[in-house]
């Protein structure tokens, strides 16, 4: 069976992009701080949610609502709402992180298929059955920190399909569990939907010299001609005594496109783009290269050589944890 | 040239793109009365955008101009921007699009545009009446000339 190519969509228009662009299936959020990608300007109130997932649907794809931040006490309405009104769109699954919320979705929208965002952190077959066993979670979305031997590990006693990303921004951490951001903004993904709040972010460029701060915090200098960096602190240059340099990781983006073979054989069931926050262009493009590889794949053909370099953070590509070269 | 009779007309024009894409400014939210500076750096005029609220102003100027969130960048990244030919995020990567001031408003801004599929040549061909046939000739003879995204390319419009 081919594999899922999962794409993000911001806007509409992204989610058309994708759809039109061979995408199996689309994920988006609301446009509040339900989704970890709460940006000015991006994704969908309730019509345009429904409306999109018509589109989908009209075309033979589907649509994932992520609700994966972690509902602030008291305010538990609001994530409640979000799974109802998914539900009332017609998405075809929720993409949750937080146990309240799942255990609510599970009571509540029984018929409602239920995803686990990579925001739980989910990293080990038992934990993952778990998940599968108590609150009916169909399918899992892997962290960003795990070799394929240890997803083909996980695969062979989970109990449900798994899900990984292939493409786009790196997180280097424990998804969900980061408080890099709060640090320097007071706002994190888990809390606020945002790392690194573009409220937070500041630019100037002197003499072709390019400084980026965030909540004041100067981190990041690139020179002239130098590819600019995401405003992220796991991606930040830090000093130490006479030395300068990425302590986390340097920045650039996730490409698994040439592990794709190793993937499948490892069991996994759909390939993640990341890039909400991403134009059409981009989600397009990379929509396009990704399907076509896993056409490849599903016909025997030799995988196509991408040409996504430009499209990366840094302007620079890695394979990330899956083959644990890490410094 | 003077450029109180060209922020006149593109004032106008600018408000007619909002009429015939009404959830444009929609996606500013909080930022819909904020100054935003577009400094193509390969020309010498700077253009001021203030989305106020859906009725649009703009003004031209060839000073230095403070707003609230300047995007400065080649005319040919910040049309191709318009016309979705580009990401956005990819021409930060290569420095070729700068951001300095409200970094939300000018994701904001982005995000609007980016999802309000425009194409300005079809906008300008619309209030042409009778002429909107030998405008469009001139403008795809243009664009075949300087290589600048001055419609929605083929590709993404079957997005």
């Given at each position: 069976?081919?594999?899922?190519?999962?794409?993000?969509?911001?806007?509409?228009?992204?989610?058309?992009?994708?759809?039109?662009?061979?995408?199996?299936?689309?994920?988006?959020?609301?446009?509040?701080?339900?989704?970890?990608?709460?940006?000015?300007?991006?994704?969908f109130?309730?019509?345009?949610?429904?409306?999109?997932?018509?589109?989908a649907?009209?075309?033979?794809?589907k649509v994932l609502?992520?609700?994966?931040?972690?509902?602030?006490?008291?305010?538990?309405?609001?994530?409640?709402?979000a799974?109802?009104?998914?539900?009332?769109?017609?998405?075809?699954?929720v993409?949750?992180?937080?146990?309240?919320?799942?255990?609510?979705?599970?009571?509540?929208?029984?018929?409602?298929?239920?995803?686990?965002?990579?925001?739980?952190?989910?990293?080990?077959?038992?934990?993952i059955?778990?998940?599968?066993?108590?609150?009916?979670?169909?399918?899992?979305?892997?962290?960003?920190?795990?070799?394929?031997?240890?997803?083909?590990?996980?695969?062979?006693e989970?109990?449900?399909e798994?899900?990984?990303?292939?493409?786009?921004?790196?997180?280097?951490?424990?998804?969900?569990?980061?408080?890099?951001?709060?640090?320097?903004?007071?706002?994190?993904?888990?809390?606020?939907?945002?790392?690194?709040?573009?409220?937070?972010?500041e630019?100037?460029?002197?003499?072709?010299?390019?400084?980026?701060?965030?909540?004041?915090?100067?981190?990041?200098?690139?020179?002239?001609?130098?590819?600019?960096?995401?405003?992220?602190?796991?991606k930040?240059?830090?000093?130490?005594?006479?030395?300068?340099?990425?302590?986390?990781?340097?920045p650039?983006?996730?490409?698994?496109?040439r592990?794709?073979?190793?993937?499948?054989?490892?069991?996994?069931?759909?390939l993640?783009?990341?890039?909400?926050?991403?134009?059409?262009?981009?989600?397009?493009?990379?929509?396009?290269?990704?399907r076509?590889?896993?056409?490849?794949?599903?016909?025997?053909?030799?995988?196509p050589e991408g040409?996504?370099?430009?499209?990366?953070?840094?302007?620079?590509?890695?394979?990330?944890?899956?083959?644990?070269?890490?410094? | 040239?003077?450029?109180?009779?060209?922020?006149?007309?593109?004032?106008?024009f600018?408000?007619?793109i909002?009429?015939?894409?009404?959830?444009?400014?929609?996606?500013?939210?909080?930022?819909?009365?904020?100054?935003?500076?577009?400094?193509?750096?390969?020309?010498?005029?700077?253009?001021?955008?203030?989305?106020?609220?859906?009725?649009?102003?703009?003004?031209?100027?060839?000073?230095?101009?403070?707003?609230?969130?300047?995007?400065?960048?080649?005319?040919?990244?910040?049309?191709?921007?318009?016309?979705?030919?580009?990401?956005?995020?990819?021409?930060?990567?290569?420095?070729?699009l700068?951001?300095?001031?409200?970094t939300?408003?000018?994701?904001?801004l982005r995000?609007?545009?980016?999802?309000?599929?425009?194409?300005?040549?079809?906008?300008a061909?619309a209030l042409s009446?009778?002429?909107?046939?030998?405008?469009?000739?001139?403008?795809?003879?243009?664009?075949r000339?300087?290589?600048?995204y001055?419609?929605?390319?083929?590709?993404?419009?079957?997005?």
């Amino acid at each position: 069976m081919v594999m899922e190519i999962v794409c993000p969509a911001g806007t509409p228009a992204a989610l058309r992009a994708a759809v039109k662009a061979g995408a199996h299936t689309v994920y988006c959020g609301f446009n509040d701080e339900t989704n970890a990608r709460n940006f000015p300007g991006l994704n969908f109130n309730r019509s345009e949610m429904r409306d999109g997932v018509a589109f989908a649907h009209a075309r033979g794809a589907k649509v994932l609502v992520a609700i994966n931040t972690f509902p602030r006490a008291g305010d538990e309405a609001i994530w409640h709402r979000a799974v109802g009104d998914a539900e009332a769109c017609g998405a075809d699954a929720v993409i949750l992180a937080d146990l309240g919320l799942l255990d609510h979705a599970s009571r509540n929208h029984p018929g409602l298929r239920r995803h686990l965002s990579v925001q739980a952190a989910a990293a080990n077959a038992d934990v993952i059955n778990f998940y599968a066993g108590t609150f009916g979670v169909r399918r899992v979305v892997l962290p960003r920190v795990l070799s394929v031997p240890e997803i083909a590990a996980i695969n062979a006693e989970a109990e449900v399909e798994t899900e990984v990303f292939v493409f786009g921004g790196l997180c280097v951490m424990a998804e969900g569990r980061c408080s890099l951001s709060s640090y320097a903004t007071g706002l994190s993904p888990n809390m606020n939907g945002v790392c690194s709040p573009a409220s937070h972010v500041e630019y100037n460029e002197d003499q072709g010299v390019l400084d980026a701060r965030l909540g004041g915090y100067l981190i990041h200098r690139v020179d002239r001609g130098e590819p600019a960096p995401y405003p992220t602190l796991c991606k930040g240059c830090f000093s130490a005594g006479e030395k300068a340099g990425h302590l986390f990781e340097d920045p650039v983006s996730l490409n698994a496109e040439r592990l794709i073979p190793q993937l499948q054989k490892a069991g996994v069931t759909a390939l993640k783009i990341e890039g909400r926050q991403r134009s059409k262009s981009y989600v397009a493009q990379v929509v396009r290269n990704f399907r076509a590889a896993v056409d490849a794949l599903e016909a025997r053909r030799p995988m196509p050589e991408g040409m996504l370099a430009r499209l990366s953070e840094g302007q620079a590509m890695t394979t990330g944890a899956y083959k644990k070269t890490w410094r | 040239m003077p450029l109180a009779p060209l922020s006149l007309s593109l004032t106008v024009f600018s408000r007619k793109i909002v009429t015939n894409n009404p959830c444009l400014f929609q996606r500013l939210g909080e930022y819909g009365r904020t100054d935003f500076v577009l400094d193509p750096i390969d020309l010498p005029i700077v253009l001021c955008l203030n989305p106020n609220d859906g009725l649009p102003k703009v003004k031209l100027t060839r000073r230095q101009t403070e707003g609230t969130a300047r995007i400065s960048g080649p005319m040919a990244a910040l049309l191709g921007l318009v016309h979705g030919a580009f990401d956005g995020d990819a021409l930060f990567f290569s420095r070729d699009l700068v951001v300095e001031g409200d970094t939300g408003a000018a994701l904001a801004l982005r995000n609007a545009i980016d999802d309000a599929e425009l194409d300005l040549a079809q906008e300008a061909a619309a209030l042409s009446g009778p002429f909107a046939r030998p405008l469009q000739q001139l403008i795809a003879l243009a664009e075949r000339q300087t290589g600048l995204y001055l419609t929605r390319p083929e590709d993404a419009a079957i997005w």
